[in-house]
């Protein structure tokens, strides 16, 4: 026998699927779906990059312009530059050179990507990213397109850290800086690329992790900017070797500026925490909204129905003759004393509520 609740069924599956479908759309406006984003917690995202810093009580900085750069201190504070979708122009380049030249440290991590090449110029370090895969046959994580670089020099960004785990990097080639992570002598650049060691391939060791001294900072490059991503954090050394360098900076600043765009919900919230004018404005919005809610919360009360109110009660009652023809509907075959009984036994339930 159904209960006067069970004549709410449709109104309480909608409001299932209302609930549902919003918790779905603000969790598609405040996520990211683009690769090393930020605010993308799959696989191949770096949000975790992000809590390793908070982690170590360094201030998390998510700038969505070069001009954010001018807002910390170069000496202290580490940025990081993950495969950026579209280059930076000559203005944006002389607010990264500047930041470094005035002792900051800024990591460029790159793979495949035409950006950060340029960038990398611009800064004055004579390195370049490859572009080519770099495969080792038989130091890796199984496969050789995910190569273990195990030859790790001594330095304060790979203390605790035995090796590297690539995914699908490349090489760095340089002539002046240091290069403190290595491949193993067995790996060699698929130039061709089929995947498989040619006789224009030659095994060799490659760096991957590489430092530039530039004016009073440093630029760290790496040629695989899936180390910093949440499924490859998981890696030996690779969690190590993010903690190592935010440990040694109080601040930390993620350049999202020339990456996808922000999810909508994440660049309100930073829009209005960078806005004086937005928060102003918000707060005088909730203000209003507070008054108008004390002005109109008695009518709005008012129109509430009291469950306990005989009149609203009586109403109800008054649905008897609904209920008697919604089961004749319902139940043809019902004979009309079997309908009545149902009708007074669910009128007689509400009473008891």
């Known amino acids: 026998m159904k209960s006067p609740r069970d004549w709410d069924k449709p109104q309480?599956?909608?409001?299932?699927?209302?609930?549902?479908?919003?918790?779905?759309?603000?969790?598609?406006?405040?996520?990211?779906?683009?690769?090393?984003?930020?605010?993308?917690?799959?696989?191949?995202?770096?949000?975790?990059?992000?809590?390793?810093?908070?982690?170590?009580?360094?201030?998390?900085?998510?700038?969505?312009?070069?001009?954010?750069?001018?807002?910390?201190?170069?000496k202290?504070?580490?940025?990081?530059?993950?495969?950026?979708?579209?280059?930076?122009?000559?203005?944006?380049?002389?607010?990264?050179?500047?930041?470094?030249?005035?002792?900051?440290?800024?990591?460029?991590?790159?793979?495949?990507?035409?950006?950060?090449?340029?960038?990398?110029?611009?800064?004055?370090?004579?390195?370049?990213?490859?572009?080519?895969?770099?495969?080792?046959?038989?130091?890796?994580?199984?496969?050789?397109?995910?190569?273990?670089?195990?030859?790790?020099?001594?330095h304060s960004y790979t203390e605790n850290v035995s090796a590297l785990t690539l995914n699908h990097g490349t090489a760095i080639r340089t002539q002046n800086g240091s290069a403190i992570v290595q491949s193993s002598g067995y790996a060699y650049l698929d130039t061709t690329p089929n995947s498989k060691l040619d006789n224009n391939e030659t095994i060799t060791n490659h760096s991957v992790v590489t430092t530039h001294s530039v004016g009073q900072g440093q630029v760290v490059l790496v040629s695989d900017p899936s180390i910093f991503i949440n499924s490859m954090l998981e890696r030996p050394g690779n969690k190590a070797f993010v903690q190592n360098l935010v440990s040694e900076h109080e601040n930390v600043l993620l350049d999202t500026s020339h990456t996808s765009q922000l999810p909508p919900l994440m660049a309100a919230v930073l829009f209005i925490r960078d806005s004086a004018a937005a928060q102003i404005l918000l707060g005088g919005s909730g203000i209003f909204g507070l008054i108008v809610w004390g002005f109109h919360a008695k009518k709005v009360k008012s129109r509430i129905p009291n469950r306990a109110d005989p009149e609203y009660r009586q109403s109800q009652e008054m649905n008897a003759e609904a209920m008697s023809s919604y089961l004749q509907q319902k139940h043809p075959e019902w004979e009309q004393d079997r309908t009545e009984r149902v009708v007074t036994s669910l009128q007689d339930q509400y009473r008891k509520e």
Do not use: C, M
């Open 12 to 74: 309480v599956i909608l409001a299932v699927f209302t609930g549902i479908a919003l918790v779905a759309l603000i969790t598609a406006a405040s996520t990211s779906a683009a690769s090393f984003g930020i605010y993308n917690s799959a696989w191949d995202g770096s949000s975790k990059l992000s809590a390793e810093a908070e982690a170590t009580g360094s201030t998390v900085t998510v700038a969505r312009s070069v001009e954010e750069y001018d807002s910390v201190p170069p």
């Open 76 to 154: 202290g504070t580490i940025a990081f530059v993950l495969s950026p979708d579209k280059p930076y122009n000559p203005s944006a380049r002389q607010n990264l050179q500047q930041f470094v030249q005035n002792g900051g440290t800024l990591v460029i991590a790159e793979d495949f990507g035409s950006h950060s090449n340029a960038l990398v110029q611009a800064l004055g370090v004579n390195a370049r990213f490859d572009g080519h895969l770099v495969r080792d046959d038989r130091y890796n994580y199984q496969s050789p397109a995910l190569p273990v670089a195990h030859n790790v020099k001594n």
